[in-house]
Structure formats: C-alpha cells, structure tokens
C-alpha cells in the first residue's frame, strides 16, 4: 500500500500553512452553524423572540389604563371634564356616580385607579377656590399608580386649557410644559428595541462562542485539532470570526426588524451603527472564549455565560434600570459590563442620530475591555490538556 | 527491532492529591511495530498517550517523541504524529470529506496531492461511498475509520490510537487491524491502547499498565512464558460447571480459574496445584488437558491470581432450585422500532432458573433495547416479555421488584456516601424496617464496605464502584440479575471476583441476563444470543456457536471467529 504523501516536510510549513489553516477552521466553522439548528435558534430565532417581547409584550408605558371613574357632580362642566377622560388614550374608563362603586374594584386590581369628580367641583371653581379632583390609586403597585396620576393630570389640563374661557378658573401662575425631545411619545419601545439589540449580541457573542468551544472539549474534537500542527492563535482566531459576523448578521436582522416591524426611528448613520457594533463584540467573544476555555463543558460554560454576561446586559446596563439610580458600588460594577457603553449610544444612534463624540468614548471602552478578554482568553488557551 | 520512536524515563504525572496517573514508567515504543498499551480503565492509559502528542506534560521524567522533548518541543512533534483520541476526533455536523479536507489544511497537505491521497484513503477505509455522508451518520466502526484517514493524511511516523477497539463490531475492529499492520510495514510506528486482553496479544509489544505503574514491558510470548506449563483445561464436565470451578478454586495451589464455554480453564500456582483426578471431580469422561498459554493468564499471574471460589454473597442468599424446565425471562417475538428504524426485531428465547444468558454484540446491534425491553423500561411495539410470569407490558411493577438491574458504567449516585446509595437503592426497592437495616449491614460485611461507608461513591476505584453497584442490585434479594456491560473495562481481579459473585448466585437460582461486546465474558454464560443490527442471528451455547464455525481454516475458533463467520453467514443468507 502507498496511499500516503512523501514524509512530512517537518515544522517549517510553507508560508501560507497558517492562512490556509485559519481558512480551514473558517470553513469547518461555518459548515457547523449552517448545519446546526442550535445555532441558528440562538442567532436568530431567540433574537426575534426578544425583540417581539420587547416590542409587544413588555412595555413601560401605562397605555389605557382601566381606571373608574366616578363622576359625583352632575353639571355639564363636570359632564364635559368626563368625557375628556373618556376620550383620552391613556385610560379605558369605567364611569359610575359613586366612587364607592370601584371601592371593591381597585382592591381586587380590576381598575388601576380611582377618578373622582367630587359634588362641589364646579361650585368650588365658580367660586375662586381651586377645583379638586381626587385620585385613588393602590399604593401597592407605585408605578402604576404615578403613571395614573400623572396622565389623570395631564388630561385635567389640557380640558382645563380649552374650557379657559368659557368658566372662569384662576390660571396657575406657572405653567409647567413638558416637552419630550427624540421620543415624543415617549414609547418605552423605542429605547427597548434598540437596547435589546445588545442583548442579542450578547447571547450570540458570548453564549454561543462559549457553547461551540466547550462542545469541542466535550466531543474530544478540540484533542484532535491541537495534535495536529495547529497554533492557539489559529484555533481562537477561526472561532472568532465566524461568529464576529454571525453576530452582525444578527444585529442587522434585528435592526431591520425594529425599525420595519416595529417603526422604531433611525436617525443615526450605518456607519455607527456597525462600528459601536462590531466594536461590541470584541468583549462579547473574548468572554465567550474565556468562559469556555476555563469550563470546557457545556453546561457550565452555558451557566457562567448567562450569569456573568447576558444578566448583567439586562439588569446593569441601564437596559431596565437607570444606572445612576443603583448604588455606588453597583455603580462601579456597571463600568466593566460592556453593554452599559453600547446600549446608550445605540438608543442614540436609533433615537438621535450619530453623536460621535460619544460614541468614539464608548467604542475605545469596548474595544479596551474586548482586548483584556482576548489576552485573558489566550491564556487559557494553550494547546495543552491540563 | 525498529528504530526508537519513543523513550520515556521516570514519567510521571498526577492529577489533584489522587494516587498518581502514571508512577515512574520507563520505556521505549520502535517504529515498524504494533506496541500495545494495555491496561484496565484507569491504568494511564490515555495520560501516557496524551503525554506523547505533547498535549500533557509530565509532572516528572521525560518523553521523547521521534528525538524531539514533549517539553519543548510539541509543535514539532505534532507535525509527524497522527492521533485518534478516543472519541475518534471527527466533527459529526460535515460530512466524510469535508473531515479530511479539513485536516488535510490543518496539516498541510498540498492541494495538489489531495486527489490521489484522499482516493486511496477513501478505498482503503471502503468510505468511497460514503464520502458526502455526514461523519455524525455514520456507525461507530466507519468513525473509526474515518478518525483513522484522518490521522493518515500525511504519512505520519509515529501513530497514536487511543482504544480504538472500543465499541466497534468484530469484523470492523479486525479490518481496522489488519490496515493498521499494513501501516507498520511502512516503518511507521503505532500505539494502541487497549483493555481487551485479545488485541493485546495480537500486538508486536507491549507495555501493561496497571494503577500507573508499568507491570511489564517486551512481547507477548515473554509474557506468557511465566505461566507456560501451568495452564490447564479441564473438559468433559458432567453436570454444573460451576459448583466444581468452586471446588478447584477453593485449593490454594490454584492460581486462577474461569469457566470457559463447557470447560473450565485453569492455572496454577508456580508450587503447581494438589493432584486432581479429574474423574473423581467432574465425572467419567472428565479430563485435564494443558491448554496454550493466554495473555490473561499471565496477567492474573501478575498481579497474584484471583480470588478463591467461594461467594459470600452467594453462601448469604437463599436457595431456589435450578430448574432447567422452568422459564423464568421469556422474550417472544421481541421486536421494537424507532420511526422507521428498526432496533430490535422478533427476538425470541427463554431463560430457565439458575442460567446465565448472554445478549453479545456490538455497540448500536440492539443488545441495549432488547434488555429495556425486558425490564419493562421499553415497551416493544410487538411481542411480548415475561419475568417471573409477569406479562412485562401489564404488571411491569410487580416484574421490576423481581429483578436487580446494573447498569453499564454501575449508576451510582457519586455525590452519595456508600451507605448513603445502599440506603437508596434498599428505598427504592421497598425495603424497610429491621429486614432494611438486616440487608444493608449483610452487604456492608460481605462486600467489606466497613471503612468506606463514608467515602463519597464517586472517589472509589472502579474495582469497588462494581462492588457498590453489585450490592445495590442485589440488596432485595432478586430472582433475576439484570447486567448491562457489568465488566467492561475492569482489571481481570476485580472481574473474576464479580463472576464469582456471580457464578454463586447462579447456583442459588438466580437467573442472569447479561449483555457484553467482550467475546471472552461471553463464555462465561450457559448459552447466548449473538445479536447484529437488531437481529438475533444465532442462539446456543458458546461452544455450540464455536463448533458450528469450525471447519479446515479454523479448527478451533475462538468467539470472536464465531461471531465474524456467523455475521458472515447470515449477511450471505440475507443478499441470497
């Protein structure tokens, strides 16, 4: 039999060795995630899921509100201040002639408040005092009970504004008008969808890189690789790309999603959207390279990522929760998670438009933290075994 | 004797505060040759192997690989070694050919050779029909082919295949060894590591692990040698087998002893054994024969025979008498299918009381799913199962608490102390009270278990974890005995203990259903079934098997040869 080619040239390969060996795990790699249908659940199905949650499901705003309202006074100006609520957007009203009658209501959550057009409301008015409307709100639930509030408000003086003149109401001496700029709806969608975008990448960065390297572990399929003339720069930086541009794909879906789907702004460039993006996933695949080169198992790989990355691009990135709000020392926990960096330049990049400034700020952050992942990654990942 | 490929001095290596991995072992793999790694699981094996790629690095001592130092020097030895790790390396999402092109760029093999070395890669491994199939849809012995080409591409010097007969049918494994030969007449040198004591013999050389330590390092006939003259089989039994291998066991002048198909193999000590009469022993026609020396003998020499005959375990339970008439597991027309896939088809045979019946095939042939079938785990898509008289499909409870099931790998719970998985599995079985407590304290005695009661199961040696399991299974005192793999992987002490254990029970009326894809644990049972892809294509006891293959070529097969001819045979009827 001679089926095998001369004697092996030794180490000292031809100088393209090492490219087309990068190319080769290229392909292999892109082979795998075509043919896996996990990687395209996490690239793409999982991306869609959250976005329509974030786009449908979960919303900040209190948009019709189921509220009672109980008009005790029956003249026609109090007949008129209802109708106004009746017609708001905000609120989905009940009317009754007794605030008694949404008592048992409010308390069991079947409206969010209470509305009360007191029985001297107009004489009140008429006679120079101040006219009061009450609110009841369930104190339980703080935020509810604020939007309630302040929307209850908002339609008292805008009907207040047009009745001006026909009744004679003492004109406050301050008005206080609130105007919001870049999202004058002020539709939590708006900043949600282009947050969860670094959530996304997040998932494909970093739990998916840290999945497919510890499957190689688990396969034995890494052993193999590293007893062949293969270099540890060669192994992560063929992980690396693959999934770099998995992750834009990503994205790109999801923009195209948020700004077709659900008619979310884009007032920014490309231009920064890919660079703040790319950018991004430098950090994102080095910790997925690291997690799963210090587990190399799955399980613990899939854990460590979900904690350490997708958590903290939820809860400590100003995603959900305002940064400057948290305790100090949250506060500084929040500096090394990258996605609080991408996630206000991207609500920018969707809502304002390019501020690039900011941007170049957040992306030198980035790329920084990106770049202490690589080195920490690299470390570990030496072509031994143990 | 070939060039040095491999010189190891001292090397050891440790993991954790655990006894070393490997314990100073010296010595030397030439090219042109087979060198056996051989050992039980746990021996250092595959530490010894991955020290070799450079992949490892020893604790103490040195390796040199084709003159270059692991230490140092791994990138250079990665460039001209092939490898197969265990689990054959390949990537199961591309396809046959994407696999070699993708080591072929990983090692550097120009494009322009490509056509012809993939070719005769391709026909040499018979994958040419398979090369656009996904290596993931392949069986396990064309992975082990394919992991093989792999490691081929460019012609290494030194190849390093960690138990590549694992798992594997026989006719794969033996189509695998004979393109590995061919290899060594190249000049290239190979490594393979194994727990079958069969290829070990096969093999140019070889170094026997055991523990980390090396017991031995030359070739198999010096190996043999030390028991030449000292093995004997004794033939022409009349009656059971097993209460006389007890009887010959218990004398102190006998070494080892093991049934083997109707016969009973034996060594003696190097005093040499008290003079039997094998007619007052086994009955008229009765003989002692000297038998050729075999690898296995020699290693149970070496670590200071095996235990004596008696079964503590066996002497503690009650008696039910053997009965040959009765039928204690039943299967009829077992059949089940997965979709269009089928598993098992029409299987059919019945165990009576006090008999060993051996499921042997190779992994994926269906051995596993017949025996869920019959401890009711499985419900067959047709036929029926009987346990103990229990229709399998409706009183499957009734069934599972006349049964002791131990599972491949021994299911223990690893992070549970020892009495803790005795008090479990006595739990799950029912048992409460005194007879609880009666039961646990009887097992803590028979199997030793004192001092280890507080270790965690997961940090015994693989010996004992057997020991834990056997217990586990038998705490309920179960009509039947349920073994899946039972000792697959064990060193030939811990193994010959087990069957004693075994052979016991057997002779109270236990009935035992085992499954193996090792051919010599398959003589140790009264008949078997030799299932292949989901068939069962022949039934009978293993010297009937035997005895239907023999013929010019082979005057006296082994069980392997009966199970390649009789795949053969039934392959041939099939086209027919």
Same mark, same amino acid.
């Given at each position: ?64 509100t /189921?509220?009672?309202?109980a ?28 605030r ?9 959550? /079947?409206?969010r ?11 009140e ?5 101040s ?19 302040n ?12 009745r ?51 499957r ?41 999603? !948020? ?41 613990l ?14 809860l ?20 090394v ?38 080195? !920490? ?10 | 004797?070939?060039?040095?490929f ?34 039980? *699981? ?34 250079r ?15 199961? *999402? ?5 696999n ?29 029909r398979?090369?656009?199939r996904?290596?993931?849809?392949l ?37 695998l ?36 330590k ?25 009656? /059971?087998?097993?209460p ?6 218990? *004398? ?19 005093a ?64 089940k ?27 994926? !042939? ?19 199962? /009987? ?43 029912g ?12 097992m ?33 005192e ?28 057997v ?10 894809h ?17 068939r ?11 005895a ?29």
């Amino acid at each position: 039999m001679n089926l095998l080619s001369p004697a092996a040239p030794g180490p000292e390969a031809a100088p393209t060795g090492s490219a087309r060996r990068f190319a080769a795990l290229v392909r292999k790699e892109s082979y795998q995630v075509i043919r896996d249908p996990s990687s395209i659940l996490i690239a793409f199905v999982l991306p869609l899921i959250l976005l329509v949650i974030f786009g449908y499901g979960v919303s900040l705003d209190a948009s019709r509100t /189921r509220v009672g309202l109980a008009i005790e006074d029956s003249t026609p100006i109090a007949q008129d201040l209802a109708a106004s609520f009746q017609a708001s957007r905000y609120f989905e009203v009940a009317v009754g002639r007794d605030r008694r009658e949404f008592e048992e209501d409010l308390v069991l959550g /079947r409206v969010r408040g209470i509305l009360v057009i007191p029985a001297n409301f107009v004489q009140e008015g008429a006679g120079g005092g101040s006219p009061e409307l009450q609110v009841i709100v369930d104190g339980s639930d703080p935020n509810t009970a604020s939007f309630v509030q302040n929307y209850a408000q908002g339609v008292v003086g805008t009907w207040m504004a047009l009745r001006a003149a026909e009744i004679v109401m003492p004109a406050p001496a301050i008005v206080v008008e609130q105007r919001f700029w870049f999202n004058p709806e002020l539709a939590s969608r708006n900043f949600l969808v282009p947050g969860s975008i670094a959530i996304v990448m997040t998932l494909v960065g970093t739990l998916l890189t840290s999945l497919v390297v510890a499957r190689e572990w688990e396969r034995g399929t890494m052993e193999a690789m590293m007893a062949t003339p293969v270099t540890a720069a060669e192994l992560l930086a063929g992980k690396i790309l693959p999934y770099f541009l998995l992750g834009l794909a990503s994205m790109t879906l999801c923009v195209l999603v !948020a700004v077709f789907v659900f008619g979310v702004p884009f007032r920014g460039s490309v231009l920064a959207l890919c660079a703040l993006s790319a950018s991004f996933l430098m950090p994102a695949l080095g910790q997925g390279l690291l997690i799963s080169a210090a587990t190399k198992n799955q399980f613990l790989a899939s854990q460590l990522a979900l904690l350490s990355a997708f958590l903290p691009a939820f809860l400590l990135s100003g995603f959900l929760f305002e940064i400057n709000s948290m305790p100090w020392i949250i506060q500084m926990i929040t500096a090394v998670v990258p996605a609080r960096y991408l996630i206000p330049s991207l609500q920018s990049v969707f809502l304002a438009g390019d501020i690039w400034p900011m941007f170049l700020r957040a992306i030198a952050v980035m790329l920084f933290i990106g770049a202490l992942m690589f080195v !920490a990654a690299a470390r570990n990942t030496r072509k031994r075994i143990a | 004797m070939g060039e040095e490929f491999v010189r190891m001095s001292q090397v050891t290596k440790r993991f954790g505060s655990a006894p070393p991995a490997l314990d100073a072992v010296s010595g030397s793999i030439q090219g042109g040759e087979i060198t056996g790694l051989v050992g039980p *699981d746990g021996a250092g094996k595959t530490t010894l192997i991955r020290l070799m790629t450079g992949l490892m690095l020893p604790d103490g001592g040195t390796i040199e690989v084709l003159g270059f130092n692991t230490r140092t020097q791994a990138a250079r030895i990665q460039a001209s070694i092939g490898y197969m790790p265990q689990r054959f390396g390949l990537y199961e *999402d591309l396809s046959v050919r994407e696999n070699l092109d993708l080591y072929a760029d990983l090692r550097g093999l120009p494009l322009s050779e490509r056509p012809a070395v993939f070719d005769e890669l391709l026909t040499f491994t018979d994958l040419k029909r398979f090369a656009g199939r996904l290596a993931g849809k392949l069986s396990g012995g064309m992975k082990q082919k394919l992991g093989l080409a792999c490691a081929l591409l460019r012609k290494p010097r030194l190849l390093l295949l960690d138990e590549p007969g694992v798992g594997v049918d026989p006719i794969s494994r033996r189509d695998l060894w004979t393109m590995v030969r061919d290899l060594t007449r190249e000049g290239i040198g190979v490594v393979w590591s194994t727990a079958y004591l069969d290829e070990a013999e096969a093999c140019d050389r070889i170094l026997l692990l055991n523990q980390g330590k090396l017991l031995f390092s030359g070739t198999p006939p010096q190996l043999t040698e030390r028991v030449e003259g000292r093995v004997f089989k004794l033939t022409g039994i009349e009656g /059971r087998r097993r209460p006389i291998l007890r009887k010959v066991l218990d *004398d102190p002048g006998v070494l080892d002893g093991v049934i083997q198909g109707e016969a009973i193999r034996l060594v003696l000590g190097a005093a040499g054994g008290r003079d039997w009469n094998a007619a007052e022993l086994a009955g008229p026609a009765a003989r002692i024969k000297p038998a050729e020396p075999r690898f296995e003998d020699a290693f149970v020499d070496m670590l200071g025979g095996g235990p004596g005959g008696r079964s503590k375990l066996a002497d503690a339970a009650a008696l039910r008498v053997p009965d040959e008439s009765h039928a204690v597991i039943e299967a009829k027309g077992l059949t089940k299918r997965f979709g269009d896939f089928v598993a098992a088809r029409d299987i059919t045979f019945a165990i009576p009381r006090g008999q060993i019946f051996g499921l042997l095939g190779p992994n994926g !042939a269906g051995k596993s799913t017949t025996f869920k079938m019959l401890c009711g785990l499985l419900k067959p898509t047709e036929g029926e199962g /009987r346990m103990a008289g229990f229709d399998l499909r409706r009183d499957t409870a009734a069934a599972r608490n006349r049964l002791g099931y131990m599972a491949q790998k021994f299911s223990l719970y690893g992070d549970l102390s020892v009495a803790q998985n005795l008090a479990f599995f006595a739990g799950v079985y029912g048992l409460s009270g005194p007879h609880r407590r009666e039961r646990i304290a009887l097992m803590t005695e028979i199997f030793e278990f004192g001092p280890l009661l507080g270790m965690s199961a997961r940090d015994l040696p693989l010996g004992l974890k057997q020991r834990l399991a056997l217990a586990c299974a038998v705490l309920h005192e179960p009509e039947a005995l349920f073994l899946d793999e039972p000792t697959s992987g064990v060193d030939p002490i811990t193994r010959r203990e087990f069957w004693t254990h075994i052979n016991g029970l057997v002779e109270k009326g236990v009935t035992v259903l085992v499954t193996t894809h090792f051919m010599d644990e398959a003589e140790y049972c009264d008949r078997i079934s030799l299932i292949y892809r989901g068939r069962s294509i022949a039934l009978g006891s293993p010297d009937e098997l035997k005895a239907s293959v023999a013929g010019p070529g082979t005057p006296d097969p082994t069980m392997e040869d009966a199970f390649i001819a009789l795949v053969k045979n039934s392959e041939a009827a099939e086209a027919a």
